[in-house]
């Protein structure tokens, strides 16, 4: 089946710093989404991307739907404590299909 | 608003026993409903998902099932657990329209095989 690459897998950064990830596949995809998972939770939806070289910001997250559509990015300003948890993007090829997940980057923050 | 719900929250099961996870949602109609597992806090692994009553789609063969009973109900079972089926279930729901393709995620049951 389809794979994501995310990367990085893990990351550990002061608070106050930036962060950024990104989501890279062999494919095409018409929709590149970013969650959020807490501890012993479902993933939340933090951005979703339907067009290429599409930049949105949700707060101090910013994600970008990469011109080849084939990546996507996300960045993290002023990290603080609760931005805690593992990121996922995912990517849908067409309409109606299921969605590809990457393995996520697990981000820790150092008060 | 939509909102989704999972139970049970945590079970735990002996190897052998059956199982049956439930999934609900609410303020929606006719969603795609979807079946993931969790193993060790890393990666969603999609199990089934069902885009109508009745229709249900199989991505990873295992000692799963899944059912659709009714529109906004998706059920997770198994006759015989196995200590491989141990993680954490989410189920998901999205709906075709404008803008949209976007999975939205239920609270999860935590499943312990022993």
């Known amino acids: 089946g389809q794979q994501l690459n995310q990367s990085p897998q893990s990351m550990f950064i002061q608070e106050g710093e930036d962060v950024s990830m990104n989501c890279t596949s062999s494919?095409?995809?018409?929709?590149w989404l970013w969650y959020k998972q807490d501890p012993g939770e479902g993933p939340v939806l933090l951005i979703a991307?339907?067009?290429?070289?599409e930049l949105t910001s949700n707060g101090r997250l910013t994600a970008q739907f990469g011109i080849t559509r084939k990546d996507s990015f996300l960045n993290i300003s002023a990290s603080i404590p609760s931005d805690v948890g593992i990121y996922f993007c995912?990517?849908?090829?067409?309409?109606?299909?299921?969605?590809?997940f990457g393995k996520g980057t697990r981000l820790s923050v150092i008060a | 608003s939509q909102t989704i719900h999972q139970w049970p929250a945590t079970l735990v099961q002996p190897v052998g026993s059956p199982l049956s996870l439930e999934c609900t949602v609410e303020g929606t109609s006719n969603p795609n409903l979807y079946w993931y597992r969790q193993a060790a806090g890393r990666g969603l692994q999609l199990l089934f998902y069902?885009?109508?009553?009745?229709?249900i789609s199989s991505e990873v063969p295992q000692n799963l099932s899944a059912s659709r009973p009714q529109d906004r109900q998706f059920i997770l079972s198994s006759k015989k657990l196995l200590l491989s089926d141990s993680g954490f279930y989410l189920c998901a729901w999205s709906v075709l329209g404008t803008g949209d393709y976007e999975q939205y995620f239920g609270p999860g049951t935590r499943l312990t095989v022993t």
């Open positions: 494919s095409i995809f018409n929709t």
């Open positions: 995912a990517g849908q090829m067409r309409g109606n299909t299921p969605l590809v």
């Open positions: 069902s885009v109508g009553i009745g229709q």
């Open positions: 991307l339907y067009k290429a070289g």
